[in-house]
């Protein structure tokens, strides 16, 4: 059972990632954010369960949707608002936008806009820590879309025989892009691929950010046990599209009834109403919670948007050593 600090993090985070991404959805349609966005509103548990886990120094690799990575394993949001405006404030200096979001100093390595490519860079970190006796851990994110990349079950299939420090962490939101998941594979058991490598792998409710929280620990601990990898597959769904701030359901693409289901789902409404039940959330801490984030976002797009933008002759910056 995680302490009264940790339990309230978890919330905070959550709700961090969850207004963070309100915020850019709204101001996304002014048109002034000059790079694709993927939104992972409704998949706030996972991140959040995974990265309160980790420590500082350990790895995280994410992909083309990893606003929430970044926000829980503690990235600077300041920097990452800034790179979405494309600003040379940001944590890539402008050059990368919403996919290519880093901040190594807390251990994020890396996002990456290739489907399924984050997995062998992932793999081959651990692979570097297990040689250096550094005793961190990698946490590598992706989709359900990733699993039919053939870098996935190489990947795995490696990090399992040679006992790498890695957590294997598949969002699955049913969806790549607007094809589900059951229309791709035979099976609903992506874990049991996983399995079949050698190596501990769990299906979990991937809103559940107690269930999460208390599996990826676990994870974690066989890493840092020397024990090797783990896979996780947590189950749950986004809100939004698959790319912008468009809403497809009703189009052909997702069913409204399937969409209700999940709204009622919500991670952050369950995770608060748990946090009632045990005595640990009430009105006037979640007020103060909820003020103090509201300012941080605020804070975070007023300092974007008045940060200056990379000049031409900056362009060649950062793109050779020197």
């Excluded at 992706?142 to 969002?171: Q, R």
């Excluded at 992506?190 to 994870?219: C, F, H, L």
Aim: charged letters at 25%; hydrophobic letters at 35%; one cysteine or more.
């Amino acid at each position: 059972m995680l302490d009264r600090d940790k339990l309230l993090d978890l919330y905070r985070i959550m709700l961090s990632i969850r207004k963070v991404e309100l915020k850019i959805d709204s101001e996304y349609k002014k048109d002034e954010m000059k790079t694709p966005i993927h939104l992972s509103i409704g998949q706030e548990a996972v991140s959040a369960g995974v990265c309160i886990n980790l420590d500082r120094e350990d790895y995280v690799f994410g992909t083309h949707r990893s606003h929430a990575q970044y926000i829980a394993k503690g990235g600077d949001i300041k920097k990452m608002i800034a790179e979405l405006y494309l600003r040379k404030t940001g944590c890539s200096f402008g050059r990368g936008g919403s996919m290519h979001l880093l901040a190594p100093e807390v251990g994020i390595l890396g996002s990456t806009a290739i489907v399924g490519g984050s997995i062998p860079i992932g793999t081959g970190a651990a692979l570097a820590s297990k040689i250096a006796g550094d005793g961190k851990v990698t946490a590598v994110f992706f989709g359900d879309g990733a699993v039919d990349e053939g870098t996935f079950h190489e990947s795995l299939n490696f990090a399992a025989l040679k006992k790498l420090p890695v957590v294997y962490i598949c969002e699955n939101n049913e969806y790549a892009i607007n094809s589900h998941h059951t229309s791709r594979h035979p099976k609903d058991n992506i874990y049991r691929w996983a399995e079949g490598y050698g190596m501990p792998s769990y299906q979990i409710d991937g809103n559940d950010v107690v269930k999460v929280t208390e599996y990826s620990g676990n994870a974690i601990d066989r890493c840092r046990a020397g024990e090797g990898p783990t896979f996780l597959e947590c189950m749950t769904y986004r809100w939004k599209g698959h790319i912008g701030t468009v809403n497809d359901v009703g189009e052909g693409q997702r069913a409204q009834e399937e969409y209700d289901y999940w709204l009622s789902r919500c991670p952050i409404r369950w995770y608060a109403n748990y946090l009632y039940d045990i005595g640990l959330l009430n009105k006037a801490n979640e007020n103060t919670i909820n003020s103090e984030i509201d300012s941080m976002v605020n804070e975070a797009f007023d300092f974007a948007v008045k940060s200056p933008k990379p000049e031409a002759r900056e362009l060649m910056d950062f793109v050779y050593a020197r």
